[in-house]
């Protein structure tokens, strides 16, 4: 799943969890429970580097966002969700050494990624549902 999908999922769960360490470690806990849902990833390994490099700027964005902007509320605990639910890419996917690791290929393993291109639909909801949640539904 996309880590743009995680770290929405993180800072929605985020805004309800009493402090920014106990959102950060939901943004994990989530991440893998997330990661069993039917989602799109390329096969072909040019097409899987332009989606890492675009879906990772897609999620340092949302986090720079996040931390600045203005009208958000719960601020902290909405950014640990966030980093949270960013972090398992971060360390598995895009760290050297750590993306050869026995977890990373389980967490590579226990997803579905199933390849049909409609599943995309699924992150696409999961963002709308959770930017909804994050920015316009009251804590
Ligand atoms: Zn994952």
Do not use: E
């Not at 995680?6 to 991440?31: D, T, W």
């Not at 879906?55 to 719960?74: K, Q, W």
């Not at 969700?81 to 050869?100: E, Y």
């Not at 199933?114 to 599943?119: A, I, K, M």
């Amino acid at each position: 799943m996309l880590s743009l999908t995680h770290s929405s999922v993180g800072a929605a769960a985020g805004k309800y969890i009493p402090n920014p360490v106990l959102a950060f470690l939901a943004g994990i806990f989530l991440h893998f429970v997330f990661d069993k849902i039917p989602h799109f990833w390329p096969g072909k390994a040019n097409y899987q580097g332009v989606m890492l490099v675009l879906d990772t700027v897609a999620t340092t964005a949302f986090i720079a966002f996040l931390i600045l902007y203005p009208g958000i509320g719960n601020r902290y605990r909405v950014v640990g969700g966030a980093i949270g639910g960013a972090f398992v890419d971060l360390c598995l996917v895009l760290t050297p050494k750590l993306n050869r690791s026995k977890l990373a290929g389980w967490h590579s393993a226990r997803q579905t990624h199933l390849r049909s291109f409609r599943f995309i639909l699924n992150d696409l909801v999961i963002i709308a549902a959770t930017m909804l949640v994050t920015f316009w539904i009251p804590a």
